[in-house]
Structure formats: C-alpha cells, structure tokens
C-alpha cells in the first residue's frame, strides 16, 4: 500500500509540473519580462544594500542603481542593434567570401588526396543561416527588452519590497527563526551567484571583445556581447559563442585569423572559467552536463532565446533552493556535476 501511494505521488508530482510548464510556456509574454526583472533586481540588491548602510535613503538608492541600469542596459542595446543592422546587411558579402576562402581550402585537400567539393562543404557548414542564427537570438532578447518601462517599473517594486520582505516573513511564519534562515541562507546564495557570475561574465566579454578588435574582426561588440551572455552557460556556452566569431574571422581575414579568434577565446574561457571563477564562485554548483543540455532544451522550448540564456541560472537556483531543505537535498545532489556531488557527499 505504501509503494502504491508513493507511486501515486510520483505520478502527481510529474503531472503538476507538466502542467506548470504548460502554463508557463502560455503565459511567456508575461513571465519573460518578470523574470529578466528578477534577475536584474538581484544583481542590483547588493548595490542598494551598500548605498542604504551608507544612511542613502531608500528610495534615492533605487533611483541611483536605476539610473545605472538604463545606462548600462541602453548603451548594450545601442551598441548591439547598430550592429546587429550592419551585420545583417553584410552577410550576402560574408556569404561571397565564404565561396571564395572555402574554394582555397578545397583545392588543398585535393591536392593531398582528399577529394571533397564546394557543395558538399555547404551542405555541412552554411556559415549565413548560423550567423543570421545568432543574430535571430539576439533579436529574441532584445525584443523581450523593448518594454523596458514595464521591466525597469517591476525592478523596483521588487527593490521596495525587498527592504521589507524579512520582516514581513518573520510576522507571518510560525517558526520564524529556522524558517527565515533558511530563506536567508537561499537568497545569499542566489545573490552571490548571479553577482559574481555577471561580474565573471562582463571581464569574459570585454576580453573577447578586446581580442577581436585588435585582430580586426568585424563587429567585436556584437561578439564580446555574445561571449558575455553564453558565459551564463557552462561547458558548452564559450563554444556555441565561439564558432560564429570564428566563421566571421575565417571568412573576412582568413584561416590564420580564424586560429587566433578561436586561440583567444580558448585561452580566456581557460583564465577566466578555470582560474577566476572558481577562486571567487566557490564550491558545489556546478551542474553535470546533462542537466545542462537538458535545460537549455526546457528553458528554450518554454521560453524561447531568453529561456536559453536564463536556463542555467533557473536551474542553479532550483538546486540552491532543494539544497536549502534537508528534505529536498537528494535532488541537489542529483543535479550537481561529478565533481560536486563528491564534494557534498564528503
């Protein structure tokens, strides 16, 4: 009787979360805005906090780290849609010049006995479709961001409520102690995270973007901007933000720049992903590569680009959060890489 109501829980469980996705995936117009809201106001939280213990009051420090929001948000959407419409318009040429670098390519492979043709290697590698690809995404996202009065407006609701969230946590649970350590517990976490991440992720893409620019690549903000978003996603994130950047190198300057754009990018993520992050991020979140894969599909499919780019700090959250409960722990250990759950197990 006790494994049939097990079962009978396991099945609910999954039904509810199907219809959760569902539901989300129906409400995304609703939902994307919130959540990019989210995610900006817990980037900014520490900024507040400093400002408010610097007897800033409350509401000037919203509209100090407001400000800087727009600014920061306004000057990357410039930047990147001048790009993005320059980039567009150049692809029938990027696409003339692929022909053209390929065809010298070809005709080395056949020289060393390796017969292969122009139409083959197209059918493989249409280096147009990937770009306009990648430019697709980033109108994704930046369409999620054209109602920034709507995202700039929940930001800082969410920054006033924040102020009083504890208190109102600690009248309204029972156990207000254990629970509210606990709730604190998760949102350091969380916080600490998506803070050092994003900081992680800027030093990733002003890199990359340095390197192209001295290399001469066309459109190294649109590149850098590309670098710093995919660094949010591990293992696989710095290859799918790499291989437009080198087709582009590949096809305007050739193979030699083609190397030194991938060289750069494998010599940063190496830096920055082995040697930086790990020395601030700390232990135990990462997540294996599966889960990895599996939720950008998720996120994505619920979602659409910004699920993608969201998709990993989603899921790292939901482990903090099954971390946070003793009960739920197993769930955490399950979604963590090789590495952590050695480490937790220890």
């Known amino acids: 009787m006790s494994e049939q109501h097990k079962g009978i829980q396991w099945l609910v469980g999954f039904a509810a979360f ?167 517990t998760f949102i350091n976490s969380v916080n600490r995270y998506l803070v050092i991440k994003t900081l992680v992720s800027i030093l990733t893409g002003a890199l990359i973007t340095t390197w192209l620019w001295v290399l001469g690549i066309d459109f190294p903000i649109l590149w850098g901007v590309c670098a710093f978003l995919l660094n949010f996603v591990p293992n696989i994130g710095s290859i799918i933000a790499a291989i437009p950047a080198v087709l582009l190198a590949f096809v305007q300057l050739g193979s030699l720049s083609a190397g030194l754009t991938a060289l750069g990018f494998v010599v940063v993520n190496l830096i920055v992903g082995n040697i930086i992050e790990p020395r601030y991020m700390g232990k135990g979140l990462g997540l294996s590569t599966l889960v990895v894969f599996l939720s950008l599909l998720l996120w994505g499919w619920v979602f659409g680009p910004v699920g993608m780019l969201l998709s990993i700090p989603l899921t790292i959250i939901v482990k903090l959060a099954f971390e946070a409960n003793p009960k739920m722990r197993w769930l955490a250990i399950m979604l963590d890489s090789d590495k952590g759950m050695s480490e937790v197990e220890k």
């Open 18 to 184: 199907i219809i959760i996705i569902a539901g989300l995936k129906a409400a995304s117009q609703i939902v994307v805005p919130f959540m990019l809201s989210v995610f900006i106001a817990i980037i900014c939280a520490p900024a507040m906090s400093s400002l408010r213990q610097r007897k800033v009051p409350t509401w000037l420090s919203i509209v100090l780290v407001v400000f800087l929001i727009l600014i920061g948000i306004g000057s990357i959407a410039l930047l990147v849609g001048a790009s993005l419409d320059s980039f567009s318009s150049q692809l029938p040429n990027y696409k003339q010049r692929f022909a053209e670098e390929m065809s010298g390519v070809i005709q080395l492979l056949n020289n060393v006995g390796i017969q292969v043709s122009y139409d083959q290697v197209k059918g493989y590698i249409d280096p147009s479709s990937l770009m306009q690809m990648v430019a697709n995404a980033l109108r994704g996202l930046g369409s999620a961001l054209t109602n920034l009065v709507l995202v700039v407006m929940i930001v800082i609701f969410i920054l006033f409520e924040a102020v009083e969230l504890p208190h109102k946590l600690s009248r309204a649970l029972n156990d207000a102690s254990e629970s509210m350590g606990r709730f604190e």
